[in-house]
Each structure stands twice: as C-alpha cells, then as structure tokens.
C-alpha cells in the first residue's frame, strides 16, 4: 500500500537569528524565528511524513512547550521522526520519494540545494536521488515576497510493504 502526506510551514524572519534551512546555514542578515532552530523546509518534511502515516503533526510529536526542544537541531527532529514513522508500520515502510518547495524571494537557495537534499537524505538513510528540494520566490507579492517570512511545503510518498 502507498501512502501520501503533505506539509507546510511559516516562519518569520527577524534579525539576530541564523537562516538554517535543511540543517544548512545560509549566509543572510536576517533567520528564522521559532522556538527550535526553525528550519522551514524541515518542518514541512516532518508533517508531511507524519501526515502520510496520519500521525498528527510535529505539533503533537515536539510541543514548543517542552524545553527539551528549545533551539533544538531540526535534523535531529527529522530524524526522531523516522523513527516515530517506522515503529508505527513495524518496520515495514519505505520512503519512495520526498518533493519540496521553499519560497523566498531572499536570499538565493540554489547554491545550497545539494547540500539540503544530502542532510535530509542522510538523516532519513535514503539515497539523494529520492529527495528533492527546490526553491521559488511569490515574485515580490505577499509575505514572502516582503521578506517579513519563509514558507515551505513538501509532500513524502511511503509505501508500506
Ligand atoms: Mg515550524
């Protein structure tokens, strides 16, 4: 059986914060603001590997409420994650596939995207090829385009065997 799941996510982007994004650290005046390293894309990945084994979302999973996630590393989130997804099919799920989306029109992603797609793979021990990551701007319109926040989305395939 295959399942899908679908994520999205916002932050906002404020001044004295580092630009993480896929656990890569972007050269930029402003980063996100959350209450763990609020890396976007990551996030987005999350809920939608959870959402595809419809398992709530990392609301549920990492409450900002709780202090042991504070300014936490998402990538050690993501990989939590797997975890949480492969118990819960008793080990018997792949990731076939994981596309996603990160719109911002500041700063420019390109050069960072293989290195984002490797640490996503690496901790969901996927090959690369079955990870995408890619990055638009909203062309200056809405709250992305004002630079006052990112958005990301991501849908995850899984099949369970
Ligand atoms: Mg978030």
Do not use: W
């Not at 580092?18 to 209450?35: F, T, W």
């Not at 809405?142 to 989305?153: D, L, Q, W």
């Amino acid at each position: 059986m295959y399942r899908i799941g679908e994520g999205y996510d916002v932050h906002k982007l404020v001044e004295g914060r580092d630009l993480i994004l896929a656990g890569v650290k972007i050269p930029y005046e402003k980063g996100l603001l959350g209450h763990s390293d609020a890396d976007v894309i990551l996030h987005a990945i999350m809920d939608a590997l959870l959402g595809a084994m419809a398992l709530g979302d990392i609301g549920k999973h990492f409450p900002d409420s709780d202090d042991r996630y504070k300014g936490i590393s998402s990538i050690e989130l993501l990989k939590e994650v797997r975890k949480i997804i492969y118990e819960a099919s008793n080990d018997k799920l792949e990731i076939c596939n994981i596309d996603s989306t990160i719109i911002c029109q500041r700063p420019k992603l390109r050069d960072y995207i293989d290195e984002m797609r490797k640490n996503i793979a690496d901790a969901l021990s996927v090959s690369i090829d079955r990870i995408s990551v890619k990055a638009t701007t909203e062309e200056g319109l809405g709250f992305t385009g004002e630079g006052m926040g990112i958005a990301a989305r991501a849908v995850a395939l899984l099949e369970i065997k």
